[in-house]
């Protein structure tokens, strides 16, 4: 055959199908490729397959990015929605608010993170306003202004993902929303570094009086959780560092005040952690108000109320960062009240993370809570699956054979055995007398296991907690076929058959509170406490690895050197 002849052949069997050849010619490669023509095989406009069962995932912060990057979106027509077009690491959002690290820095726009995933996954930048659980439809509303159009859409969903966050708790007092500053978002961040060097730049004018400098420059941070302590670090190293240097005379004005409803900050760590962070702060001239709540926020002062005595004091600000927790957004309040929830403060999840009241319906990060079933409500039943032979009562053995499931599908009983320090099972089947009975019955049963639910704890609204139950849940996405012919979870106590996974288990890593000066504070597993200059370096070190990508972790370690060799920036920009 000719060259000619072949060409002419190829090109019959590229005008009907899609067709991709590679030969080799004179030692050159010629590459032909050719799109159907016909409809039929043509892919639609939005990618999906006839076969696919569409995802909706609401949201783009931790738990939505980490369940997005763990799916195989080629089984499924994924749809994301979210107003925010990007992925932000907010554990360094402290950092963005004085310049030690810049805000873009932080920041993976979604579509480079989705473009790296097997399969076609859509993004729309809009907002969810309802979700109709009973017709399976979201609807959305973009907030890009001059639209030409509208704005608004609906996304019908086979299974919805709600991943939307939280917004801050301002516990309705007065004037918090009008004149604080939250530290929530990127855009959070990037207003409190402005307000911050305004304020520097106000307190230098030569009509402004000594008084009134002082009061420009008292920052105020109100809540002594991670957040709030970090950014008072942060705060205090950029004006001991660098501000001083630009601001001479505002050096002695300068005043840092942390206020704290609880007796110590830093509560949800170690006491040993909590005691250090307020002796540093003492040292450092951060002031620590402790037992003290806020009872209302105007622009020129913020008036507490000592818990302990009830004296109300108020005293003038020149900045105010309110981080005292979150709260639950509107839509998902809405939800909530849909679907018989409305009495609670967040979305109520099973173990598996899927809505209760509503089928098909997931909900990951900070909007949702996972309930925890007691062991207690199902004791009876379980003593029955164990009770082989309808004895009455257990061996030690049949025990044991249920075992493995009981702490599957109750976790609370292996926390309750580590507390209690218990090396193995068969402590629980100890008498009164101290002494092992062979066998023990149904009321012996539930004795033993009586105190296990004691140990069901909420989750805290962490990063760490959401990436895992996004990466959890894509998992399960992922071997949904599979696992409906060959189920993974524990035993069914109270019917027949297995639950097709394992629930959601999460755990802990550790946690970090950065307390300025290059020292950091970080509790560990195993009870490991760590505190000082080498801490500091371990947290650069995990904070630098778990970047979303490259692209941020090299923009974030060359961030840190340039605040090393140049200082931090304090253009108004």
Known sequence: MTVASFFKRASRVL???????????????????????????????????????????????WAATSFLKDLDASLYDVQVVSPRNYFAFTPL????????????????????????????????????????????KVFCRSNIDNLVGSGEFSLDYDFLVVAVGAQVNTFNT??????????KDVEDAQKIRLSVIDCFEKA???????????????????????????????????????????????????KITLIQSGDHILNMFDERISSFAEQKFTRDGIEVETGCRVVGVNDKVITMKAKSTGDICSVPHGLVVWSTGISTLPVIRDFMKEIGQAERHVLATNEWLRVKGCEEVYAIGDCS??????????????????????????????????????????????HYLKQKHLRDFSTLWKDLQGNESKEIDVEAFKLALSHADSQV?????????????????????????????????PRRFSGSGHHKFVPFRYKHFGQFAPLGGEQAAAE??????????????????????????????????????????????????
Request: net charge negative.
């Open 204 to 254: 230098v004018l030569p009509s402004i009086t000594d008084e009134e400098r002082r009061s420009i420059l008292h920052f105020v941070v109100v809540g002594g959780g991670p957040t709030g302590v970090e950014f008072a670090a942060e705060l205090h190293d950029y004006v001991l560092e660098d501000l001083i240097k630009l601001y001479p005379t505002a050096k002695d004005k300068v």
């Open 174 to 183: 007065p004037g918090v929303k009008e004149n604080c500053h939250f530290l």
């Open 15 to 61: 005008s009907s199908s899609n067709f991709l050849l590679l030969c080799t010619l004179s030692g050159g490669g010629v590459v032909a490729y050719s799109e159907s023509q016909t409809g039929a095989e043509r892919p639609s406009i939005d990618g999906s397959g006839p076969s696919k069962k569409k995802v909706v995932v609401l949201g783009t912060g």
């Open 369 to 414: 809570s996972i309930t925890q079933r007691k062991i207690m409500d199902d004791i009876t039943a379980i003593f029955e699956a164990a009770d082989k032979n309808k004895s009455g009562t257990l061996t030690i053995e049949e025990f044991q054979e249920v075992m493995d499931d009981i702490i599957l599908r109750y976790p609370q009983v292996e």
């Open 457 to 489: 704890k909420s989750l805290p609204a962490t990063a760490q907690v959401a990436a895992q139950q996004g990466a959890y849940l894509a998992r399960c996405f992922n071997h949904r076929d599979h696992a409906e012919e060959h189920p993974e979870g």
């Open 93 to 136: 959002l402290p950092s963005v608010t004085c310049g030690t690290v810049e805000a873009r820095s932080i920041v993976e726009p979604v579509r480079n993170i989705i473009k790296k995933r097997k399969g076609e996954i859509n993004f729309w930048e809009a907002e969810c306003v309802k979700i109709d659980s009973s017709n399976k």
């Open 524 to 573: 560990l597993p195993g009870d490991w406490v760590s505190m000082g200059h080498s801490t500091q370096w371990l947290w650069y070190s995990v904070y630098a690895s778990k970047q979303v990508s490259w692209r941020t972790r090299v923009l974030v370690m060359s961030d840190w050197t340039r605040r090393f060799i140049f200082g931090r920036d304090s253009s108004g920009v």
